[in-house]
Nanobody, 126 residues
Framework: VQLQASGGGLVQAGGSLRLSCSVSGRTVSAYGMGWFRQAPGKEREFVAG????????NYQDSVKDRFTISRDNTKSTVYLRMNSLKPEDTAVYSCAADEWSGWLRVGVSPLDYRFWGQGTLVTVSS
C-alpha cells in the first residue's frame, strides 16, 4: 500500500486547511487510518484516527472540536479538516494505515500502524 499526503501549507491563526491522504495498492476499506504530526524538536504525536467503517473516530484532546477526520472509500482518500488553527498546530502531518480485522478499531499509537506516507508541512502563523 502507498500513502500520499497533501494539502499542507501556510495559514494564519484562525484559518483552515484540509489535508488529504490518498491510498493506493489495495482497497482503502481494508485499512484503519490515522493522522499524526511532528513538530520540530518534538516526538510524533497522534492527532486523529478513523476506523475501517468510518463510524468510529478518535482525537487528541487539543484538536477536538477543531479537527475532523473522515474517509471516502469510493475515492480511496482520508481527510483531515482543520479549523481554528493555532500556531501550536504547526508540524509535519503524516497519514498512516494498517489492516485490522475489526471494522470499529481506531489506533492511537504510531505502533498501531505499519504503513506511512510522507508528511505534509502545516505552518500556522500568529
Amino acid at each position: 500500500v502507498q500513502l500520499q499526503a497533501s494539502g499542507g501549507g501556510l495559514v494564519q491563526a484562525g484559518g483552515s486547511l484540509r489535508l488529504s491522504c490518498s491510498v493506493s495498492g489495495r482497497t482503502v476499506s481494508a485499512y484503519g487510518m490515522g493522522w499524526f504530526r511532528q513538530a520540530p524538536g518534538k516526538e510524533r504525536e497522534f492527532v486523529a484516527g478513523i476506523s475501517r467503517s468510518g463510524s468510529v473516530t478518535n482525537y487528541q484532546d487539543s484538536v477536538k472540536d477543531r479537527f475532523t477526520i473522515s474517509r471516502d472509500n469510493t475515492k480511496s482518500t482520508v481527510y483531515l479538516r482543520m479549523n481554528s488553527l493555532k500556531p501550536e498546530d504547526t508540524a509535519v502531518y503524516s497519514c498512516a494505515a494498517d489492516e485490522w480485522s475489526g471494522w470499529l478499531r481506531v489506533g492511537v499509537s504510531p505502533l498501531d500502524y505499519r504503513f506511512w506516507g510522507q508528511g505534509t508541512l502545516v505552518t500556522v502563523s500568529s
